[in-house]
């Protein structure tokens, strides 16, 4: 493959990972609020399941009872609530501790990337440099045609 055309792979590469890096954004946002959306819906289900049967047994049973259920009930919800809470943080933080890993990783190919582009820049001028020599050693020892030497040497002569 001709260097141009490797070159110009080499342009379309980068340009699709500065796309991927500028779509990666909007991607993940929207599947954060997707997955939001979900559990908002799924809290507001057992919520309204736990009142719903919180007023079956107060219609039921006395007023003290559907008390004490409404306090357990919300007991249990408020630890629910810490115990996602908390699976929620530790969840960011591993995500969080992943993508401080990616970037690092992507810094990393960035270096590599430009490092491998100075290379190829250096052994391109190298064999242009190469080229360069080998023309002038070819020039410099090719004798002077024979007609050329005589048409030097009739000329001068003829003086």
Do not use: C
């Not at 249990?76 to 810490?82: G, P, Q, R, V, Y």
């Not at 020599?133 to 004798?143: G, I, L, V």
């Amino acid at each position: 493959m001709p260097l141009s055309d490797q070159l110009s792979a080499l342009s379309v590469q980068a340009k699709n990972l500065e796309d991927s890096a500028a779509d990666l954004h909007t991607k993940n946002s929207a599947k954060v609020h997707e997955r939001l959306t979900e559990l908002r819906g799924s809290l507001d289900q057992a919520q309204s399941e736990l009142s719903a049967q919180a007023s079956a047994d107060a219609d039921s049973l006395a007023l003290g009872w559907a008390d004490l259920q409404k306090s357990v009930a919300d007991g249990f919800a408020s630890l629910k609530a810490d115990a996602a809470a908390r699976k929620a943080n530790r969840k960011a933080d591993r995500a969080d501790r992943a993508a401080d890993n990616a970037e690092l990783d992507a810094e990393d190919a960035i270096d590599f990337a430009v490092y491998a582009l100075q290379e190829a820049e250096y052994y391109v001028l190298a064999a242009a440099d190469a080229r360069l020599a080998a023309d002038e050693a070819k020039s410099a020892e090719r004798p002077e045609p024979t007609s050329a030497r005589l048409a030097t040497s009739i000329t001068t002569s003829d003086l």
